[in-house]
């Protein structure tokens, strides 16, 4: 009898621990370099620093 073989590489996370999907953006070189430094000076990632300004905008547009 022949048993599965495991896959290599990480496992499935359940549902509800599901990271958001990835929204790939094109940045100009200077924008990069700014949006980092923004994201410093708030001691954020960049992908944080960029969703919660985008939230921002979004709550200011309703």
């Not at 094109?26 to 410093?40: C, S």
Request: hydrophobic content about 35%; overall charge positive.
């Amino acid at each position: 009898m022949r048993t599965k073989k495991r896959k290599v590489g990480r496992p499935f996370l359940p549902k509800h621990q599901v990271r958001g999907k990835i929204t790939p953006v094109r940045l100009q070189h200077h924008e990069r370099i700014a949006f980092k430094k923004a994201a410093r000076k708030a001691k954020l990632s960049l992908s944080e620093w960029i969703r919660q300004s985008l939230k921002k905008i979004v709550e200011n547009l309703q």
